[in-house]
C-alpha cells in the first residue's frame, strides 16, 4: 500500500487535504528556488514554443494521467464518497435541498438523494447523466450555470465537482449560486487543475507533458495528436482563468459569504519545465503559484443578515 493510500485509509479525506497541504508548504526545496529565481530573473528570454521535437522527447517522458476513472463502478463509488463528504459539512441543522452545478454523470446527486435530499443536477447536456441518479430521484434539468432559472434563496445547500474551471463565466455563474443560496446556507466548490497549473490544459488523455499549453502551440500540439492516432485537443474545454482570478472572486464576495474552509492543492513535481524553459512562463505570470496551485477546494456559508 502505497503513502497516499495509507493516508486515505487512516485519515478523514479532508484531514489528508490539510496534512498534505502543510507538508507541501513546508517543503520549499531547492528546486523550487532556483524555478522561482529563474522566472523572475529571466528577461525577455526565449519566448517561442517549441518545436515538435521536444513534444515527441518529452511524450516519452511522462506517463498519461490514468488515476480518474469514469467506468460504472467508480463513478458510483466517488458519488457515495463525495456524498458523505457534503453531509458532514452541514451545521447542526442538516440541509434539504441541494443543487448540483455541472453535474455530468450526477451520481455525487444520486447518493444525496438516497440519502433522503432533494436534489437538483444541472449541466449543459444529459449526454453524460447516468439512468441510476434518474432512478434514485434526482431532477436533471439542461442548464448554463452562469443563467439560474430559479428565484433566489432556493436551495440549502450548492456544490460542483471538477467543473467549475470549465465554466464559460465563472464570475456570472459564481453570482448565480450565491443569489439561489438560502441565508445560512452553505455553497461548496471542488475544482482543478487550474489552467496554469501543468496539467490545466486538460488534454492528458493524449497529451502527457505538464505545461503544454505554455510549451506548445495549439497547431504542434494537434499535429501530433493526429499523428500519433489520439484525440485532438478541444481547446475551448476551459475557462483559462487564473488563480488571481479565482481569488478575485471569493475576495468580492467576501461581505457576503464565510469562508469556512479552504484549500489550494500544490504540485511542485515538474518544476525543471519551468526551471529549463522560464521564458515561456514568464510572459503569462511572474509569480510561481499561478503555475503550481493545481485544485482549489472551498466552503462558503451565505451569512444571514441578522448576523451582518
Known amino acids: 500500500m502505497n503513502i497516499k493510500k495509507l493516508a486515505r485509509k487512516f485519515f478523514p479525506r479532508r484531514c489528508h487535504h490539510y496534512i498534505r497541504s502543510e507538508i507541501v508548504r513546508l517543503v520549499r526545496n531547492a528546486e523550487y528556488v532556483e524555478a522561482e529565481i529563474r522566472l523572475l530573473d529571466s528577461l525577455a528570454g526565449d519566448s517561442s514554443c517549441l518545436g515538435m521535437d521536444y513534444l515527441t522527447r518529452y511524450q516519452g517522458k511522462y506517463a498519461l494521467l490514468s488515476d480518474y476513472l469514469y467506468d460504472h463502478n467508480s463513478v458510483a463509488v466517488r458519488g457515495i464518497e463525495r456524498s458523505r463528504d457534503l453531509i458532514g459539512m452541514q451545521a447542526k441543522v442538516p440541509a434539504h435541498d441541494f443543487l448540483e452545478l455541472g453535474c455530468w454523470d450526477g451520481m455525487v446527486s444520486a447518493a444525496l438523494a438516497d440519502a433522503g435530499k432533494s436534489v437538483t443536477a444541472i449541466d449543459r447536456r444529459d449526454t453524460g447523466f447516468d439512468a441510476r441518479a ?16 430559479f428565484p433566489d434563496a432556493s436551495f440549502d445547500f450548492i456544490f460542483s465537482y471538477d467543473a467549475f474551471e470549465h465554466f464559460e463565466n465563472p ?6 449560486m450565491v ?9 461548496y466548490l471542488d475544482f482543478g487543475p487550474l489552467y496554469n497549473s501543468p496539467f490545466g490544459e486538460h488534454a492528458y488523455q493524449s497529451i502527457s507533458v505538464p505545461y503544454c499549453q505554455f510549451l506548445f502551440s495549439e497547431e504542434t500540439i494537434n499535429s501530433f495528436a493526429r499523428n500519433q492516432g489520439l484525440a485532438e485537443i478541444d481547446f475551448s474545454h476551459v475557462n483559462r482563468r487564473s488563480l488571481r482570478d479565482y481569488r478575485a472572486i471569493w475576495e468580492k464576495w467576501s461581505g457576503v459569504l464565510q469562508r469556512v474552509e479552504y484549500y489550494e492543492g ?29 485544485n482549489i477546494r472551498v466552503l462558503f456559508r451565505k451569512i444571514p443578515i441578522s448576523e451582518s
Open 179 to 187: 443569489r439561489v443560496l438560502r441565508p445560512g446556507g452553505y455553497l
Open 134 to 149: 434518474r432512478a434514485a430521484g434526482v431532477k436533471f434539468i439542461a442548464m448554463n450555470a452562469s443563467d439560474l432559472e
Open 266 to 294: 500544490i504540485d511542485f513535481r515538474h518544476l525543471k519545465l519551468i526551471i529549463d524553459h522560464p521564458g515561456l512562463f514568464k510572459r503569462h505570470f511572474q509569480t510561481l503559484d499561478e503555475f503550481t496551485v493545481d
Open 171 to 176: 464570475e456570472e455563474a459564481f453570482s448565480e
